[in-house]
């Protein structure tokens, strides 16, 4: 990386406020300054490193060896000498997926304060990733796609349809359908503070009931849904039409995750697992969308922010 592309990075990384995230970790931690104890590596760094790691592709051991050769990287997250394997392991069990929860959704909050973000325009579905089958905690699910059934867990999003990245998910059994995540992950997006409040809603045919239409409607929420199974074939409003392509965005979304991420076959076992994995790849995506956005990229392309930027 150049020396231009390192003064940018840098100032944009500096714009991007991570006292908040550096509170929340430390929660998890017993050190005091001033008390007997040795003092931990740098919470943040750490968080951070699993996000460059993961969009990376890396192994903890090809990570280390990176750092071990960035000298800038290692300065930006307050490393004096790169973390050994083993402290890694031990970071993600002290954390926890519920703390990992609250980082995602203060991103996002940030990001809809920068107006990077926007909810005004919200689309969800679901995705089956597939899982290994000695991981007992997974579940077999309906491939409507592809026609079969895989054996795995589902990824359940609302994306910003403009930004096409994540502003809420959750991980279930691949088995679970869709409009089951609906009430949780609306509840989610309802709960950020933003002076564009939603007014679309897109969804497929899954999501063509009676509870969620009201819901969307008793917040001023226009349902922008496919009805699910009719006896004549309906005739949609240019109106609808024009919205409901713009679903597409979620889909673009999933594609982006399974091919850039190498999320096509899960090498992880466990729900907490994966939901963890999975948060940490979406905050990962959230924060470097931002930098591409102030660097002049596309900010969806991870590629661009690994090849320009590591």
């Known amino acids: 990386m150049n020396n231009d592309r ?117 689309a969800q579905d679901g995705s089956i990733l597939k899982g290994n089958p000695d991981d007992n905690k997974g579940e077999w699910g309906w491939d409507h796609i592809n026609e079969l059934y895989i054996y795995g867990y589902k990824i359940n999003v609302i994306v910003d349809v403009h930004a096409k990245l994540p502003v809420a998910l959750t991980i279930t059994g691949a088995n679970t359908h869709d409009s089951t995540q609906f009430q949780q992950l609306y509840t989610t997006v309802k709960s950020y503070k933003t002076r564009f409040p939603t007014r679309f809603f897109l969804g497929d045919k899954a999501f063509d009931s009676s509870k969620i239409r009201t819901t969307l409607l008793k917040d001023r929420v226009i349902p922008v849904i496919k009805a ?43 729900r907490e697992t994966v939901q963890l994995y999975a948060y940490l790849i979406c905050i990962g995506m959230l924060v470097i969308g931002y930098i591409n956005h102030l660097l002049g990229y596309s900010p969806r392309s991870i590629k661009t922010f690994v090849r320009m930027c590591t």
């Open 6 to 122: 390192r003064v940018n990075l840098r100032k944009i990384l500096s714009n991007i406020n991570l006292s908040e995230v550096e509170n929340i970790l430390k929660n998890n931690y017993k050190y005091q300054p001033g008390k007997p104890g040795r003092p931990p590596l740098s919470p943040t760094g750490m968080f951070l490193s699993f996000i460059l790691m993961f969009l990376r592709m890396e192994s903890y051991r090809d990570y280390q060896a990176f750092l071990k050769k960035d000298q800038f990287w290692r300065r930006q997250l307050q490393f004096k000498q790169p973390p050994d394997i083993g402290s890694f392991t031990n970071f993600l069990k002290r954390i926890g997926v519920k703390t990992f929860e609250q980082l995602f959704t203060m991103v996002v909050q940030q990001l809809l304060d920068k107006e990077f973000l926007n909810i005004h325009t919200i």
């Open 228 to 270: 699910a199974k009719t006896r004549i074939k309906p005739k949609y409003p240019p109106w609808f039409r024009k919205h409901y392509k713009k679903r597409t965005a979620v889909e673009r979304f999933f594609s982006r995750l399974k091919e850039y991420l190498d999320l096509k076959k899960l090498h992880i076992y466990g």
